[in-house]
């Protein structure tokens, strides 16, 4: 796509974004920074901050894990149902058809 292809709005979005400068020309993108090879964590620092991020999570109490459990059982089974009543009423339908 060149720059013929574009309207005046999109010219004008893409100079408020920086990606043109003000004659209308593509302006280079800096290259991404690589990572550091001493960036990377240890083992044991990785399982502290782990077990930091963990301990911010708002877990469900008990009452609700068995409630949404319940439904999850109880949907589980409905569909198992549906599927398999499909599936033999297709099957005797298909019995009467090749029969």
Known sequence: MSLDDLNREQKRSLKKMGALNEQGQPTRAPAPARRQKDERVGAVQ????????MRKVAW?????????????LVTVVLYTGY?????SLFGVLSGWLYD
């Open 46 to 53: 990785y399982v502290r901050e782990v077990r930091d991020e």
């Open 60 to 72: 469900p109490k008990w009452p609700e894990v068995r409630r949404f459990s319940i439904i999850v």
């Open 83 to 87: 599927v398999f009543g499909l599936d």
